[in-house]
């Protein structure tokens, strides 16, 4: 069964803020993502498995531990891109693969238009879309992802809603989420309030 995970970190909870309110420009957010993301990358990999190996300082030999292998992160376009920067400055090691998927306003059902990844089978893969809202787009990308046969697949986002996370568990029982809040609820139209409108389009600043 997966697990919630609120990150309550203050720094993470007063750029959140930052970003919530709507005079904030797009540069600006950008930057206050970029290092929420980081922080939300040292939880999200808290307990990845260690290996001990020999090593050298400038003192001495020793044994110490290091990662048994670095995760792959997947993208899902275009919003996660603004927290994918922030995870590889954390693990610049990862591989990345990217998911292409629009919602369609009618149905806001998440229609696949883009899907590239590296080698996953048997990894760790960590997803990442700021926005966890009807939980449609994560679960379709997290579908696909699965196909690949990865050992685990977690996702971290910056909000979710509480349909989203409904969503998500039912499709993915199997699949931990990482977030920075757990808001209200969302609106007619499927946007997460009080939120901090479409993720996307204020991180590239578009309309």
Same mark, same amino acid.
């Given at each position: 069964?997966?697990?919630?995970?609120?990150?309550?970190?203050?720094?993470?909870?007063?750029?959140?803020?930052?970003?919530?309110?709507?005079?904030?420009?797009?540069?600006? *957010?950008?930057?206050?993502?970029?290092?929420?993301?980081?922080?939300?990358?040292?939880?999200?990999?808290?307990?990845?498995?260690?290996?001990?190996?020999?090593?050298?300082?400038?003192?001495?030999?020793?044994?110490?531990?290091?990662?048994?292998?670095?995760?792959?992160?997947?993208?899902?376009?275009?919003?996660?891109?603004?927290?994918?920067?922030?995870?590889?400055?954390?693990?610049?090691?990862?591989?990345?693969?990217?998911?292409?998927?629009?919602?369609?306003?009618?149905?806001?059902? =998440?229609?696949?238009?883009?899907?590239? *990844?590296?080698?996953?089978?048997?990894?760790?893969?960590?997803?990442?879309?700021?926005?966890?809202?009807?939980?449609?787009?994560? =679960?379709?990308?997290?579908?696909?992802?699965?196909?690949?046969?990865?050992?685990?697949?977690? *996702?971290?986002?910056?909000? =979710?809603?509480?349909?989203?996370?409904?969503?998500?568990?039912? =499709?993915?029982?199997?699949?931990?989420?990482?977030?920075?809040?757990?808001?209200?609820?969302?609106?007619?139209?499927?946007?997460?309030?009080?939120?901090?409108?479409?993720?996307?389009?204020?991180? *590239?600043?578009?309309?």
């Amino acid at each position: 069964m997966s697990q919630i995970h609120v990150i309550s970190h203050p720094l993470v909870q007063h750029k959140l803020t930052q970003m919530r309110r709507a005079e904030t420009p797009s540069e600006r *957010f950008r930057q206050l993502l970029n290092e929420t993301s980081l922080l939300l990358t040292y939880e999200v990999t808290r307990d990845l498995p260690l290996v001990t190996t020999e090593i050298t300082t400038p003192l001495t030999e020793m044994e110490a531990p290091e990662l048994v292998e670095h995760p792959v992160v997947i993208s899902i376009l275009r919003a996660g891109n603004g927290l994918l920067d922030g995870v590889l400055q954390v693990i610049p090691g990862a591989r990345v693969g990217h998911v292409g998927l629009y919602r369609d306003h009618d149905t806001l059902e =998440a229609v696949e238009y883009y899907c590239k *990844f590296p080698p996953i089978e048997g990894k760790t893969a960590i997803v990442v879309d700021p926005m966890l809202a009807t939980g449609n787009s994560a =679960a379709a990308a997290l579908s696909r992802i699965k196909e690949e046969n990865p050992a685990e697949v977690r *996702f971290l986002c910056l909000l =979710a809603a509480p349909e989203g996370i409904e969503g998500l568990q039912s =499709a993915h029982p199997d699949v931990s989420i990482w977030t920075a809040s757990i808001d209200d609820q969302l609106n007619e139209v499927g946007y997460i309030v009080p939120g901090l409108g479409d993720a996307g389009d204020r991180i *590239f600043g578009t309309t």
